[in-house]
């Protein structure tokens, strides 16, 4: 079981910058994949973002390819996914999940998720 704890999320103009942080409570990250994914209001869940368990193997959706970097400190045990020249289209809630995969890039491939934090992009 892993509980996953994501911050970092808040109201922000479009052009702005967020980072956000994933953090698991009381355990390591492992050897897990962990990525992002994200839901907007009324829309399914939106792979954003992944990382494998060594740091050196990241994955973005073309959506958020060159705006957003998805990285791993595993001596803070954290991920982040600094997202730059936010756009009003990236509004929704992003959440931290992890897999036990290499490569999960949908969300159906993810078992462990977060609670979700919001971002708000106002044009």
């Known amino acids: 079981q892993v509980q996953l704890v994501e911050s970092g999320g808040g109201l922000v103009q479009a052009g702005g910058s967020l980072r956000l942080s994933c953090a698991p409570s009381?355990?390591?990250?492992?050897?897990?994949?962990v990525g992002w994914v994200r839901q907007a209001p009324g829309k399914e869940r939106e792979f954003v973002a992944c990382v494998t368990w060594t740091g050196s193997s990241t994955y973005s959706a073309d959506s958020v390819k060159g705006r957003f970097n998805i990285s791993r400190d595993n001596a803070k045990n954290t991920v982040y996914l600094q997202m730059n020249s936010l756009k009003p289209e990236d509004t929704g809630v992003y959440l931290c999940?992890?897999?036990?995969?290499?490569?999960?890039?949908?969300?159906?491939?993810?078992?462990?998720w977060g609670q979700g934090t919001q971002v708000t992009v106002s044009s």
């Open positions: 009381g355990r390591t990250f492992g050897y897990y994949t």
């Open positions: 999940a992890a897999a036990r995969y290499q490569n999960a890039y949908s969300p159906s491939e993810y078992t462990y």
